[in-house]
């Protein structure tokens, strides 16, 4: 835990908090492995602890009634999961999961809505990051909606590309044909028109 409080994240959030808002949750923070495929919520239940990523990228994926999926946000150092938390909303309707391995510091949801509410910097800060990732979202649907799959393709690498270090991201076809809710051989052509 000391190497959580010296302030050695890489978490842009965490990174961002004033020292004092900081010490308010500092201790309760939690350094964790999360492999790959690791589901962090299920649509509609809630989630125990609130995660700030330090690597890795988790994926937000909707679901409809017919069982199609679709990745509407990525989420990777620059924030945190659940934003439910910071609106004071038990759960989201949407699931959330790790797409590539990472490293996260976790706190209980109670003690992050805590802080949130005697932190008037903390919320400002995290509001903010809310509203970030609802226009990744909105401009993730507009994409998915007007674009043709290889633009899709190419605006995800970049996404990606942003939040992990170095230019590997190792992903198979049919977690790229979920996220780009696609069938899985038109993944493949539009990698190789890429």
């Known amino acids: 835990m000391a190497d959580v409080w010296q302030g050695r994240f890489r978490n842009n959030l965490l990174r961002r ?3 004092t808002s900081l010490a308010r949750f500092a201790g309760r923070l939690e350094r964790i492995e999360l492999p790959r495929a690791h589901r962090l ?8 602890h609130a995660y700030f990523f330090e690597s890795g990228i988790a994926s937000v994926v ?7 999926h679709s990745e509407i ?11 439910s938390a910071i609106l004071d909303v038990d759960a989201d309707p949407f699931s959330i999961l790790m797409q590539m391995h990472g490293e996260a510091c976790r706190i209980p949801v109670c003690a992050l809505k805590a802080v949130l509410a005697e932190d008037g910097e903390v919320r400002r800060l995290f509001s903010r990051y809310t509203q970030a990732l609802a226009v990744q979202q909105a401009y993730t649907a507009l994409s998915n909606a007007a674009h043709h799959v290889d633009e899709r393709l ?12 170095g230019a590997d991201i190792s992903l198979t076809h049919e977690f790229l044909s979920v996220m780009l809710a696609v069938r899985r051989p038109s993944v493949t052509t539009a990698l190789h028109v890429l």
């Open 17 to 19: 908090l004033p020292e």
């Open 41 to 48: 919520s299920s649509p509609h239940q809630p989630m125990e």
């Open 154 to 165: 190419a605006r995800w690498i970049l996404m990606c590309h942003d939040r992990v270090d």
């Open 62 to 68: 909707v679901r409809s009634p017919e069982g199609q």
């Open 73 to 83: 946000g990525i989420i990777g150092r620059d924030g945190m999961c659940p934003t």
